[in-house]
């Protein structure tokens, strides 16, 4: 009987608390990605696996003086798992989501086609894949992104008292433009 796909990357080793039990009903497809393909300076970018995480791209990057404009703080986080979901971070006031990084994206179509998906070219699966969780096909390949960086940050800490002061001052922040910050984050304990 046809059943649907869908990786076979186990539970646990995803960053969620929740059980995808709908795996059960699906032909499980092992996707073992997790390589940095190419890195290409001259254009500011990199091509990556999809199971490629956050850690070891910014410990090959970094050093190079490089890094991907939106990083998470986990660094077991994958680029394929933040493409497909939502991939939020302390930069993407400036940047975007994670998925406003990819540039080009190499997909398993559910024929067994491989296609390229950017802007320009195949634009509606461009533009479709993020946030899609896998259910356009299986992504294989994606070209994200880079910016240069520099070995540090100057860190200003900003103590507020109010839900309206930390709004307001978030705002303030996140809204000052490219001439603003790099990374803009609040944290709330009540």
């Given at each position: ?17 929740r ?42 990057l ?5 890094t991907?404009?939106?990083?998470p ?17 302390n930069t ?16 398993v ?49 900003i103590?507020?008292?109010?839900l ?27």
């Open positions: 009987r046809k059943r649907r796909l869908c990786t076979a990357r186990p539970n646990w080793m995803t960053i969620s608390l059980i995808a039990k709908f795996k059960e009903e699906c032909n499980q497809i092992r996707i073992d990605l997790p390589d940095i393909l190419e890195i290409d300076l001259k254009n500011g970018r990199v091509r990556v696996e999809p199971l490629v995480d956050v850690g070891l791209l910014t410990r090959v970094t050093p190079l003086g490089w991907i404009p939106v990083i703080e986990f660094e077991d986080l994958t680029v394929g798992g933040l493409c497909m979901g939502y991939g939020i971070e993407s006031h400036k940047y975007g989501l994670f998925s406003n990084l990819v540039q080009e994206y190499e997909i179509t559910s024929t067994g086609d491989v296609v390229l998906a950017r802007k320009d070219f195949n634009a509606d699966l461009f533009y479709g894949v993020p946030w899609s969780h896998g259910t356009l096909g299986f992504v294989t390949a994606m070209w994200l992104k880079i910016i240069p960086c520099k070995p540090y940050c100057h860190l200003t800490y103590p507020t008292h109010t309206k002061d930390n709004v307001e001052i978030f705002n303030r922040e996140a809204m000052k433009g490219a001439a603003g910050h790099e990374f803009v984050e609040c944290l709330m304990y009540d």
